[in-house]
T-cell receptor, first 117, second 115 residues
Framework: GAVVSQHPSRVICKSGTSVKIECRSL??????MFWYRQFPKKSLMLMAT?????????EQGVEKDKFLINHASLTLSTLTVTSAHPEDSSFYIC?????????????FGQGTRLTVV | AQKITQTQPGMFVQEKEAVTLDCTYD???????LFWYKQPSSGEMIFLIY??????QNATEGRYSLNFQKARKSANLVISASQLGDSAMYFC????????????FGRGTSLIVHP
């Protein structure tokens, strides 16, 4: 199956700093990637849809200036949490749209656990 | 309105027994896909099984099978011969083909397999 690599898996940063999370599709080209946030023991909340070469589409309530998304190539999308605060601490996970046999599938990265202190 | 409903927040099963995790969905699309993912404590989302709305046979992948009842709009996951490593969160998801291909996830079911 297709492989999506997300880096880093864990990051601790100081309040006020910015953190960049990378999502790479390793063996396929992903024109569309998705960024999710997951609170403890909760489901995945879609934050934004990232399309290669164009601006990301953010879900309602997600601050685009806070969560900067860049999808500059067919294999890489980045999420930058700017001026992070403790309430931004969460599990962030990306997925990339790819083909699995005859149907389209979302392949997930390993996730990034962000802790802002 | 919630499109994916998982009514079991937690389930327990004895090792080597079978377990069914419930999932119901709501859509007016004729063409859609249903997925199950496993999320262990490490956090990664592991794809388990896929069922297309036009697939007549229930999907199976090893010990996983999807009990697809289209008229009832249910897509329950059956895990046979549970193993200790099956302990994890399980998410049901749906993607409507007429829309933006963005999957919608249920709230998940926590499965604990005990010896």
């Amino acid at each position: 199956g297709a492989v999506v690599s997300q880096h880093p898996s864990r990051v601790i940063c100081k309040s006020g700093t910015s953190v960049k999370i990378e999502c790479r599709s390793l063996d396929f080209q992903a024109t569309t990637m998705f960024w999710y946030r997951q609170f403890p023991k909760k489901s995945l909340m879609l934050m934004a849809t990232s399309n290669e070469g164009s601006k990301a589409t953010y879900e309602q309530g997600v601050e685009k200036d806070k969560f900067l998304i860049n999808h500059a190539s067919l294999t890489l999308s980045t999420l930058t949490v700017t001026s992070a605060h403790p309430e931004d601490s969460s599990f962030y996970i990306c997925s990339a749209k790819g083909q699995l046999g005859a149907h389209t599938e979302a392949f997930f990265g390993q996730g990034t656990r962000l802790t802002v202190v | 309105a919630q499109k994916i409903t998982q009514t079991q927040p937690g389930m327990f099963v004895q090792e080597k027994e079978a377990v069914t995790l419930d999932c119901t969905y709501d859509t007016s699309d004729q063409s859609y896909g249903l997925f199950w993912y496993k999320q262990p404590s490490s956090g990664e989302m592991i794809f388990l099984i896929y069922q297309g709305s036009y697939d007549e046979q229930n999907a199976t992948e090893g010990r996983y099978s999807l009990n697809f009842q289209k008229a009832r709009k249910s897509a329950n996951l059956v895990i046979s011969a549970s193993q200790l490593g099956d302990s994890a969160m399980y998410f049901c998801a749906m993607r409507e083909m007429g829309g933006s291909y963005i999957p919608t996830f249920g709230r998940g079911t926590s499965l604990i397999v005990h010896p």
